[in-house]
């Protein structure tokens, strides 16, 4: 029996995607949700995952020491918008250049085109590069179970190969930019788009959608499953063409990333009942140049939750997943 068969011997679902390798492509956008490919997701096989697994080949034993931990060690579920995992930075004399060639190969694999630049203008920009940010690998790659994390100034990135099951992005991802500039910040076209949402609702609406007060704790993404109470309004009760809107939202905020991040992320949301079972609400707390363009918005539903903090500058805390998390 294969390490990820099930008792009667068939495989669970990451086996089969292992085995089977790659995912199906997203179906367009239409109607009133989005469907996704079956079995959505990375491989160990993927081109973020691959570079993992060369760059871990490569480390030394006392690298090890300092930055590989066992597989679902407490650091791997800590969320923070500015910290770092392990110690050594990636531009020090702790790596060496072809690891450090590795890294940026990894981080590239697990972005879009689009997502890659913006990621390094955020890194310039908030802590002068990605030699200032830190990585750890939590298992083994190439032998079982894994995941490469890294760390810094407004970023958190994973790249599992499906290691955590049923878990985007391998577990919740964070990012940010510290430019308080709402016109130079670089995510601000997200908060645009969310607000064409807003702009679209009725009065009534509205009145749902809009909260005082945002919550008090920005990493409060728990997965709150099906008996969850989620702020904002329904996405259930909206027109059509408003339904429309909140797709084509998704479809933006998911930009960045690598197509099967986003391939899972909406297999996800399509297996917790559809864009339908999502809430959005907008606070007011965080208005800057009280404009009443939303600075501050969250999308949250049964196994999604995406917090968007974008006063005095951008924290943004993304958890997507069929787990409840404590």
């Not at 689009?114 to 032998?143: N, T």
């Not at 609400?281 to 140049?289: E, I, M, N, S």
């Amino acid at each position: 029996m294969t390490k990820h068969a099930n008792s009667n011997g068939t495989l669970s679902r990451r086996a089969f995607v292992q085995t089977v390798g790659g995912t199906a492509a997203l179906t367009a956008l239409g109607g009133s949700s989005l469907n996704a490919a079956l079995f959505a997701g990375p491989t160990p096989n993927s081109a973020a995952e691959t570079a993992v697994t060369e760059f871990y080949k490569t480390l030394s034993d006392k690298q090890r020491s300092q930055i590989v931990f066992p597989f679902n060690h407490k650091l791997q579920s800590r969320i923070n918008a500015n910290w770092h995992v392990t110690e050594p930075e990636i531009g020090q004399d702790f790596y060496t250049d072809k690891q450090r060639t590795l890294i940026e190969q990894v981080v590239r694999g697990m972005t879009s085109e689009d997502g890659y630049e913006r990621l390094k203008h955020q890194m310039d920009d908030d802590a002068g590069g990605i030699e200032q940010f830190s990585v750890a690998v939590f298992g083994e790659p190439g032998e079982g179970d894994f995941e490469f994390e890294l760390t810094g100034r407004h970023l958190t990135m994973r790249a599992d190969g499906n290691s955590v099951d049923k878990a985007a992005f391998g577990g919740p991802i964070v990012y940010g930019h510290g430019e308080e500039e709402v016109a130079n910040n670089m995510y601000y076209s997200q908060t645009q788009q969310t607000n064409e949402v807003f702009k679209a609702l009725d009065a009534d609406q509205a009145r749902k959608a809009l909260v005082t007060k945002a919550p008090p704790k920005e990493t409060a993404v728990q997965i709150q499953g099906d008996g969850g109470k989620f702020a904002g309004i329904a996405v259930s009760e909206l027109k059509d063409d408003q339904k429309q809107l909140v797709e084509k939202t998704l479809s933006v905020l998911l930009a960045p990333y690598r197509q099967e991040d986003r391939d899972e992320v909406m297999e996800i949301v399509k297996e917790s009942g559809g864009v339908d079972k999502l809430h959005m609400a907008f606070y007011q707390k965080g208005d800057l140049g009280s404009d009443k363009v939303w600075d501050m918005w969250r999308v949250e539903g049964p196994a999604f939750v995406w917090h968007f903090r974008g006063a005095p500058h951008v924290h943004a805390y993304i958890n997507i997943g069929h787990r409840k998390t404590s």
